[in-house]
Nanobody, 128 residues
């Protein structure tokens, strides 16, 4: 599946931002979708994911309560709503898709190796 992330930009601390990831290609509806971020000189970090049905979401403690992942299978799009943004949220954000969402569990949703396809990334900068 091909992924195109958008919605990044420059915001102030405390602001909100919603990222979108449009998918095309093979069946989007069967894919578990994830969001990751990578700051300069740091490893890629998991920030949230959603299962193929949209019923289950997973988040690391660092963003839990501030970030929300959702999806619209009719539009082949997954979203990342980010609230109460902090300067440490500054990074390039990537969306990713699995080949078979049924194989993903809470234990594997946060691993970069779970995902087969990646978007190009969208930069989010949070000023203090």
């Amino acid at each position: 599946v091909q992924l195109q992330a958008s919605g990044g930009g420059l915001v102030q601390a405390g602001d909100s931002l919603r990222l979108s990831c449009a998918a095309s290609g093979r069946a989007f509806g069967s894919s578990h979708m994830g969001w990751f971020r990578q700051a300069p000189d740091k490893a890629r970090e998991f920030v949230g994911s959603i299962d193929w049905s949209g019923k289950n979401t997973y988040y690391p403690d660092s963003v839990k309560g501030r970030f929300t992942v959702s999806r619209d299978n009719a539009k082949n799009t997954v979203y990342l709503q980010m609230n109460s943004l902090k300067p440490e949220d500054t990074a390039t954000y990537y969306c990713a898709a699995t080949t078979d969402g049924r194989l993903v569990s809470s234990a594997t949703a946060g691993s970069i190796y779970t995902y087969a396809d990646w978007g190009q990334g969208t930069l989010v900068t949070v000023s203090s």
